[in-house]
């Protein structure tokens, strides 16, 4: 049974200390800073404007950044308690990381980027990934780029690590629950359907939930939400830690029509080669 795995990832209050970039439909996720073990700076992401202005130049662009995941390579890396977490609910190859974040509208004022005063600051999904392998690391990840050299290597990759340390690869094309139009790894645009919270400028953490997830209407629930308090008829009230939460759905017809919903918002594969040419 696929399982989906709602993946916190990004900036946010503790780590940049600031919400990613929103632009209309476009979405910028902020991978946080980080000083060791990363090769990547925001410079080479091409956000390290963006990064600079936000913050009020507290964070420079050629800062270096812990860019995971990476939606460009469909690449993903975990370790230490998250990775526990992961492995302890049989997270496996075929399983789907639905990637979201802290997001806010920006606009340009007097040459500047800065957030929008009309959007308080929200959580929506950014991108997703489906489980095509699984290499463990471990604490020396350099073997791993001794057998494949890569000049953008993932940060999982380089340095030491916990003993866990895990990488994730994307499969090719999406083929959960019958879905075989898009890749197995890709970025939203912002919509309705990415959005997340039902009523950010009240709470960003009261989230929209579907009824496959909701246990209220015989939905399957997620780790770390087993206080059935969180739940009510329509949302649900997320965490503050926590970085990977698992559901396995049971209403898998329910589930399918939810992703068909927001994969709407995301370029299939016939689109993106046709981009290409």
């Not at 399983?95 to 929200?122: A, C, I, Q, Y």
């Amino acid at each position: 049974m696929t399982k989906i795995i709602f993946s916190r990832k990004g900036f946010d209050s503790t780590a940049g200390g600031i919400p990613s970039a929103k632009r209309d439909k476009y979405l910028k996720s902020l991978p946080i800073p980080y000083k060791k073990n990363t090769l990547t700076t925001y410079n080479c992401l091409g956000l390290g404007n963006d990064v600079q202005e936000l913050s009020n130049y507290k964070i420079n662009a050629n800062d270096t950044c812990h860019n995971d995941p990476n939606l460009d390579y469909g690449e993903f890396g975990q370790v230490g308690a998250a990775q526990s977490h992961l492995e302890n609910n049989n997270v496996g190859v075929g399983d789907l990381f639905l990637f979201w974040g802290w997001f806010r509208e920006t606009l340009t004022l007097n040459m500047k980027t800065v957030f929008s005063k009309d959007d308080p600051g929200h959580y929506r999904f950014f991108g997703w990934m489906q489980i095509g392998e699984i290499i463990h690391l471990g604490k020396d990840p350099s073997w791993y780029l001794q057998e494949k050299p890569n000049s953008l290597s993932h940060p999982h990759t380089i340095g030491s690590w916990g003993n866990n340390n895990t990488l994730y690869l994307a499969s090719d094309k999406l083929d959960t629950f019958g879905l075989k139009d898009y890749y197995g790894f890709g970025k939203f645009n912002a919509s309705e359907k990415t959005n997340l919270s039902i009523n950010p400028s009240v709470k960003k953490s009261k989230w929209i939930c579907p009824k496959w997830l909701n246990p209220n209407h015989g939905g399957c629930g997620m780790t770390y939400h087993k206080d059935p308090k969180r739940w009510d008829d329509k949302t649900v009230d997320i965490v503050g830690r926590g970085q990977e939460f698992v559901a396995e759905p049971k209403k898998i017809n329910d589930c399918k029509k939810w992703l068909i919903n927001i994969l709407k918002d995301a370029y299939t594969v016939d689109e993106v080669e046709s981009l290409k040419n």
